[in-house]
């Protein structure tokens, strides 16, 4: 299925493009899990690949990415991005050495047929990064946000149902967020709560795509007030100095 700007999933990456390579960087400490996972795999495809964070010189990289909005924007040094998606990939089984997707899954229309996709054309491992939507409304923001963090839980697949579409044996590993975190979605600011009131940075985060401006206005001002009146400091503030966040982000990682 295919929406908005020809992408495979609920997002109108139109929208939220324009921001995305700015604020959607990867992080050095993601990439090295990352990494880890992938092993020693020479050929490695990534669905759902957006504008290319995480791909590296170290693997040689197919990228799939259904929306042109996504494919434009990746640099010039990256591979050119397949026009396809995770449901319907264009190659034969046991293609490549691993397979990876990063803040995809929960885009796309079925993530259980996409992930079974994934492991018919993958010989290795195939490394899912995504969110726990059982931790998703654990962070502070559910307090200043409760929509856009109940649109994040509701649109991650709850992890039991990724491993079992992946089959074989899959291992879940939490991944703590860094406090200076270059990628950023909504837990990346967990200590740096000032930043998400910069309006490119929310557009740059999905979820926030699926409420409203009121909503996000409301989001803007409580926020700015309980800054201002020290109320998040004294109840967040040790978050400001903690090197880590052990939130929502977990990696799996299954093998045949």
Sequence with gaps: MRTFDGGAGDVDHNAIGSTYAAHRRSDERIAQV?????????????????????ETAAHTITAVEPSPAM??????????????????LPF????????????????????EAGLREMRRVTRGPVVVL???????????????APDVLE???RRYPPLDRLAAALGGTTTVRPVPV????TDGFNEAY??????????EARQACSAWSFVDDRARQDF???LRRALGSGAWDEAFGHLRGRPTYDGSLVLLRATP
Excluded at 95 to 110: E, G, K, Y
Excluded at 178 to 181: A, Q, S, V
């Design 190 to 199: 967990y200590g740096r709560p000032e930043l998400l009131l910069n309006p």
């Design 178 to 181: 860094p406090l200076d975190c």
């Design 71 to 88: 494919r434009v924007r990746r640099p010039a040094g990256l591979a050119t991005a397949i026009d396809a998606v995770a449901e319907d």
């Design 92 to 111: 034969s089984d046991g293609q490549f050495d691993a397979a990876m997707t990063l803040f995809s899954v929960h885009q796309w229309s079925d993530a």
């Design 34 to 54: 990352i990494a880890e996972a992938l092993g020693g795999a020479r050929t490695v495809l990534n669905v759902g690949a957006g504008t290319g964070s995480y």
């Design 220 to 222: 803007d001002t409580s």
């Design 130 to 144: 995504t969110c726990d939507p059982a931790r998703v409304r654990d962070f502070w923001l559910y307090e200043y």
């Design 151 to 153: 649109t994040e839980a």
